[in-house]
């Protein structure tokens, strides 16, 4: 977006500002496309992450499949930025967007889960209203407990529904092993992720037994992504959050940075050992835990309320005043981007793009 | 805004989406409005809570002296709507920042809250570059811990110099116990809010004794609007949860319904006891506890991912299954609403209106 700030000092950026560092988004991007650039597995990266369709052509400029999105919504905003390899990693329930859905696809390359007869049905009900062909996956609970089939018997005969239904292009399998994502133990995570990668496989042999193509085995996020990225049989992973990080996923995977903050305003000195800030839970989340303040020795986010943040202080951080800006490193990078409608993109200490956020909010 | 779906039944709006019950609505706008109508102390509501400039009209239609904003974006856009009297109860610091809210001074009679010496003077400032006038109160901490003023001196020297500074015009003190609203024991609650109202009439005291009119004595929010509002010395209330209400503010307080809830579809029924929504962490907040399933018997909303909604099922919930709708009521409005861009208002069981929630996201 244009703003009369390009090219301006960090610090002259009115607060509370949704932050890219641009270097460590870039890099990180590159770590990430290195990783599968000479594997069997690719990368379709998670946009329900950045929201961002100027990201998202980075992604696949530098090698990605295609993308994922949440939402039919997103879905919506990437194909209208000219992306046509979209897998919405979810079911589109319900006649309105079932509508949308079919219509989008004649100007994308659209791919759904499913887990339902009879919503295979009224997928190819509207893709023959509109003359398209809707991709579809069977979404397989692979641990997770969320959507998808639960046995063999029920993967195998959605797969042949949906094979056999017109307006409709079967793909193949998704799941998403995300009970392993967190999980502290490299070694048990290794092995749970395993036993996950493996039902995936192992649905997706039984489909082709049943004679079927299978084409897409997609599952996996940013904290399984080498595991389940050099898994034998999956053909794409979907990670999101590596392109920023958070503290949540630094503390669980290594070899990619923070390129996500929220900068912030002191408002207030109201005591000696604390100050006041303009950002709250309505600029930063905190359902995995409060963000960490950046670079500021002897200083701790101790609360956040709707518009203020609360840091306690102890040594140098003793002289903040009103006016002094600090910087947040968000703990879930997700939820914090849906609440900001732009990102300040600097490169160095300089502001080098606005972007907008142009799927926040599409939820529908 | 336009809607093809006004008039239809709200079981036709699509997923999720953010309902108000405006018969529900609208009592509780009366009930409040009531409650003040012949009380010395006045309404000032708290559009933070909608952030949707026909909401406040009807609260100002139904009695309010003005309303309260906690950002200046948010005071930007309820301005644009036509409405005058605006308290921003917060601190406004930073350049930029300060320079919009010299200019909004022309457009509307905007007070907003000081704790700090300097930040009056860059008010003063700014406001004679526009040749406006800011309105101003010295904010007074009552106990909360947050912003404001700690002590008579600070309190008092404060208002001299808000007093004596040319483009600033002084009209009193401001101070919210946020401490006290969400205190179950009633005898407790009382005790503690009157010391709280004590420590801010007084203030206000100390200040007419040094020689300068105080016209407004703010506090009060929701949980404590019938204690404040009725505490001698006390000329408003800055209540906005009323007038949706969540399950927090139902555990408090009596006399007021529950009006917003947000409908969504269930996706999936991946087993016998669970069944998966459309309504996760991007759709409904929780950082005061899970929403609480509406009108269902045997189903409780269990866990909410980032797109998803678990719902674990017993007796007669037990018939659900993709495309049936639920609705939840948020256990937190304010923090909902703000991750939404329009509610759907219905009357019985018909779309009325569909209304931008224009002030969302304005978080400078």
Chains 1, 2 share one sequence.
């Not at 003359?131 to 969320?146: L, N, P, Q, T």
């Not at 793909?171 to 039902?199: P, W």
């Not at 929220?262 to 995995?288: C, H, N």
């Amino acid at each position: 977006m244009a703003s009369p700030l390009i090219g301006r000092h960090k610090s002259e950026i009115d607060t509370p500002a949704l932050i890219i560092d641009l270097d460590a988004m870039e890099r990180n991007i590159r770590r990430m496309a290195d990783y599968f650039a000479d594997r069997p597995a690719k990368l379709r990266p998670h946009t329900k992450t950045h929201k961002c369709p100027i990201v998202a052509h980075k992604q696949i400029a530098a090698g990605a499949r295609g993308i994922t999105c949440a939402k039919l919504g997103e879905a919506e905003v990437m194909a209208s930025s000219g992306i046509k390899d979209i897998l919405i990693a979810n079911q589109i329930i319900g006649k309105e967007k079932i509508a949308r859905l079919a219509a989008l696809a004649r100007h994308a390359d659209v791919i759904v889960a499913v887990d339902d007869p009879a919503n295979a049905r009224d997928l190819s009900d509207a893709a023959r209203v509109f003359g398209s062909e809707i991709g579809v996956v069977v979404e397989v609970d692979v641990g997770m407990g969320r959507c998808g089939t639960r046995t063999t018997g029920q993967t195998v005969s959605l797969a042949r529904l949906l094979d056999s239904l017109e307006g409709l292009r079967f793909r193949g399998l998704m799941g998403y092993e995300g009970h392993c994502v967190f999980i502290q133990d490299r070694k048990d995570q290794v092995e749970k992720c395993h036993l996950a990668n493996s039902m995936l496989v192992e649905a997706a042999e039984d489909v082709r037994r049943a004679g079927i193509e299978v084409e897409i085995v997609s599952g996996g996020g940013t904290g399984t992504y080498d595991i389940t990225g050099s898994y034998p049989g999956v053909t794409e992973v979907e990670a999101g959050s590596y392109v920023f990080m958070d503290t949540r996923y630094l503390g669980v995977i290594g070899g990619f940075e923070p390129a996500l903050t929220v900068l912030a305003t002191v408002i207030s000195r109201p005591g000696k050992d604390v100050v006041i800030t303009d950002a709250g839970m309505k600029t930063v989340t905190q359902e995995f835990g409060l963000p960490a303040l950046k670079g500021v020795q002897g200083a701790e986010l101790v609360k956040l309320s709707e518009e203020h943040g609360q840091i306690q202080l102890t040594g140098e951080a003793a002289n903040l005043k009103p006016g002094d800006k600090v910087e947040f490193i968000p703990s879930h990078g997700c939820t914090t981007i849906n609440l900001h409608d732009a990102y300040f993109a600097i490169r160095g200490d300089r502001l080098e793009a606005v972007w907008e956020i142009a799927a926040r909010g599409k939820i529908r």
